[in-house]
């Protein structure tokens, strides 16, 4: 699975699969840094919504559909500022319909049970021709 332009200008990789799902990371670098000594809430966003779409694409391609996703809407909710280190997220997938699909993902650093952001996006499925 390659990953977008964006995605590859924030640094982030796919770290390793999880039963069929990717999880997703970036380092922590000036790329992503906000405030000083954490990371930026929009490279946090950005790293939710490449795990939300990359769950998303392995879905459709397990169903053996062929889509462009745009996004519609995503919501994110802060738990606490990320810092200096390595960032995971993993997105599911709630619902994927025929037009319309609805991704859950999060974010997490040293302890997956403690997230540091939530976000719900919905995406738009347009037939690839």
Known sequence: MALTPYAQALGIEIDHDEAGEPVLRVDYSNRVAG????LHGGAMSGLMEMAGFAALQAELTRRGESMRLKPVNIQVE?????TEQVTFAKGSVTRAGRRVALVNAEAWQDDRSKPIALAQIKVLLIPAE
């Open 78 to 82: 802060f738990m606490r500022g990320g």
């Open 35 to 38: 405030r000083p000594g954490f």
